[in-house]
Nanobody, 138 residues
């Protein structure tokens, strides 16, 4: 049974940085796309970023995260990272990672500069982590 575990969240001041990790166990992460999502209290889930499988690595971001967040993978550690810079109070949320066969944008496989969005169907991502809290506050 596969499992994803997020870590690296915490409290950071506006303008600060955090690096989140998504570690996989029970399956080889490089064969899957890994998406990062977030959800703040009282708000809908948002897409943050996604990295495709290692067969042909491509990355996708939500428009508001472009230039501030960077997704990467370390296949040797079976881990995907989300480097978050220039953090803002509105980035406060629980951040989740999820695995799937592809990165999906608006319900279809992402392509080129597509805006990364939350999933529209259950089949898009199968394993989900438990989430890690990120709080941006002074």
């Amino acid at each position: 049974q596969g499992q994803l575990v997020e870590s690296g969240g915490g409290l950071v001041q506006p303008g600060g940085s955090l690096r989140l990790s998504c570690a996989a166990s029970g399956f080889t992460l490089q064969h899957y796309a890994i998406g990062w999502f977030r959800q703040a209290p009282g708000k809908e889930r948002e897409g943050v970023s996604c990295i495709s499988s290692s067969l042909n690595v491509r990355t996708y971001y939500s428009e508001s995260m472009k230039g501030r967040f960077t997704i990467s993978r370390d296949n040797a550690k079976n881990t995907v990272y989300l480097q978050m810079n220039s953090l803002r109070p509105e980035d406060t949320a629980v951040y989740y990672c999820a695995s799937g066969p592809f990165c999906y944008c608006s319900g279809v496989v992402c392509y080129q500069e597509d805006d990364f969005t939350p999933p529209q169907e259950n089949y898009e991502y199968d394993y989900w982590g438990q989430g890690t809290q990120v709080t941006v506050s002074s």
